[in-house]
């Protein structure tokens, strides 16, 4: 409600808020100068709000919903949260969630980390925005899947060596296999060998996520019917990085699971940082799954699945 103050103490109000929000005093010189205590100071900021003679405004500048930023921040423990201003229909919305990875990266890759990224498309959207990184390592860490306009990881691993002049560690092989005597067999290849050896040194991961639907995972797309119904009924509500998870975001074991050239959930649970990139409502059970059991550690993602996760 707005204070009616008689002029002696409007012309005190502004005078202390004029110093304290312009003049960027702290209110101890401000007590000083004028004379007064800082509780004082304190009492007549909080006059000159209440006033009307001060008013905050926070404006959103970047294109990203701060409001629902740090309340999925506190709701969840995450380290770091960006809800950018958008949904899921909006046109080019994995490229806006891949441009805000991107700026969260450069700030927060230093020269000690070992950056380690898999096939995703949201992951290409990801490194097509990077725009400067320390020297870091860079390991690939998934197969590749040949789908239009997606990339490989092995080129997104080199574009982003290229790009911040740190060594890459790459192999050529698909992300998912015919069997399990396949993967094996490709394991023990020197190149992917080499690559996953690579894996315990890395110190930030970024990654997209899938939901147990069609249309939401390129996983679930690619796996038989049968295998489908199977990682169901099992409980598998998405997968990060081709890891099958549950609703409490634990892994669960499949014949799929056999045919995936992937880290593994043992060594994705290892990495300090996972920044999971989300898109859409209907993602909000396996983001649930992922910011509750601690798996990931930062979420990028859209208005709309911010809200249905605090809803």
Known sequence: ?????????????????????????????????????RFKVARLLETARAAGLVRIEIIN????????????????????????DAGDRDPGIRGIVGEAAARLLEEIV?????????????????????RHLPPVPVVQLTGSLALPDSGSPVDMVRAVS???????HI??????????????????QRAV???????????IAAAGVGAWAPGRSTIYEL?????????ADAGVVGEIMGILLDAQGNPVTT????????????????????????????????????????LISALVTDAELGQALLG
Not at 162 to 168: F, L
Not at 264 to 281: F, K, M, N, T
Not at 284 to 292: D, G, K
């Open 1 to 37: 409600m707005t204070e009616t103050l008689g002029p002696a103490e409007a012309v005190m109000s502004a005078e202390v808020a004029r110093r304290y929000y312009l003049d960027e005093q702290s209110k101890v010189d401000i007590a000083a100068e004028l004379g007064i205590s």
């Open 61 to 84: 500048r970047f294109g990203l919903r701060s409001d629902l930023s740090g309340q999925l921040r506190q709701e969840y423990g995450l380290q770091h949260c960006v809800v950018v």
């Open 110 to 130: 230093t020269e000690r980390d070992v950056l380690g990224l898999p096939w995703s498309r949201t992951i290409a959207s990801t490194v097509s925005a990077l």
């Open 162 to 168: 290229r790009g911040s002049g740190g060594p890459s």
């Open 171 to 188: 192999f050529y092989a698909p992300f998912l296999l015919d069997d399990a005597a396949a993967l094996q067999l490709l394991r023990r």
């Open 193 to 203: 060998a080499a690559a996953m050896r690579e894996v315990p040194k890395v110190t």
């Open 223 to 231: 796996a038989s019917p049968q295998e489908r119904r199977r990682a």
């Open 255 to 294: 014949t799929l699971t056999d045919r995936l050239l992937t880290i593994g959930y043992a060594a994705l649970s290892a990495i300090p940082q996972v920044i999971a990139l989300v898109i859409g409502r209907e993602r909000a059970e396996i983001t649930r799954a992922l910011v509750s059991s601690g």
